[in-house]
T-cell receptor
Framework: AQRVTQPEKLLSVFKGAPVELKCNYS??????LFWYVQYSRQRLQLLLRHISRESIKGFTADLNKGETSFHLKKPFAQEEDSAMYYC???????????FGSGTQLTVLP | DGGITQSPKYLFRKEGQNVTLSCEQN?????MYWYRQDPGQGLRLIYYSQIVNDFQKGDIAEGYSVSREKKESFPLTVTSAQKNPTAFYLC??????????????FGAGSRLTVL
């Protein structure tokens, strides 16, 4: 069965510092991975997906199949990045996503 | 706001009562989902539906029921059999492509509190 692990429930960094939110998955096939974000008083929304290989709001995430990881990174954190971040896995032809437990990021001034 | 509408935003229920949460979408999405969001546990899938008149259990379906009589609507009933119903409930929808579910669009959520 597929599983997504986000080991950090809470993460605090100072503004301008690099930030990395960890995500590990378990799935034997070919995965598709996503990062979703929920800002305060806003809806949960897609941040980025690995197949797009894009940078959104300065965030990037690279799928590492050897380490089964999909860590989210940003070189210089901003206060507006403070939010709850969820990593999600779509396995094969699954019609639904499996979500991790989330990491609450706080960027301090 | 558009796309997915959940109501009510807040709901209080006495123990032993069933309650129904509404979810409507105007995105013409094929699939709809109900998730439960608890602190420290992330999002857990309750039920999902890919087409009208069909739905499947997710990881935590016990104590819940759904219907999909219309493409636009996917109401969730929290029954008295649900042992710990106090939670934040999120509805989502997506297109279905050949490779499975596409990106999810979420509603604003409904917070249920059992008194």
């Amino acid at each position: 069965a597929q599983r997504v692990t986000q080991p950090e429930k809470l993460l605090s960094v100072f503004k301008g510092a690099p930030v990395e939110l960890k995500c590990n998955y378990s799935y034997s096939g070919s995965p598709e991975l996503f990062w979703y974000v929920q800002y305060s008083r806003q809806r949960l929304q897609l941040l980025l997906r690995h197949i797009s290989r894009e940078s959104i709001k300065g965030f990037t995430a690279d799928l590492n199949k050897g380490e089964t990881s999909f860590h989210l990174k940003k070189p210089f954190a901003q206060e507006e990045d403070s939010a709850m971040y969820y990593c999600a896995l779509k396995s094969g032809s699954a019609r639904q996503l499996t979500f991790g437990s989330g990491t609450q990021l706080t960027v301090l001034p | 706001d558009g796309g997915i509408t959940q109501s009510p935003k807040y709901l209080f229920r006495k123990e032993g009562q069933n309650v129904t949460l509404s979810c409507e979408q105007n995105l013409n999405h094929d699939a709809m989902y109900w998730y439960r969001q608890d602190p420290g546990q992330g999002l857990r899938l309750i039920y999902y539906s890919q087409i009208v008149n069909d739905f499947q259990k997710g990881d935590i379906a016990e104590g819940y029921s759904v219907s999909r009589e219309k493409k636009e609507s996917f109401p969730l009933t929290v029954t008295s059999a649900q042992k710990n119903p106090t939670a934040f409930y999120l509805c989502a929808s997506s297109l279905i492509t050949g490779s499975g579910a596409n990106v999810l669009t979420f509603g604003a959520g409904s917070r249920l509190t059992v008194l």
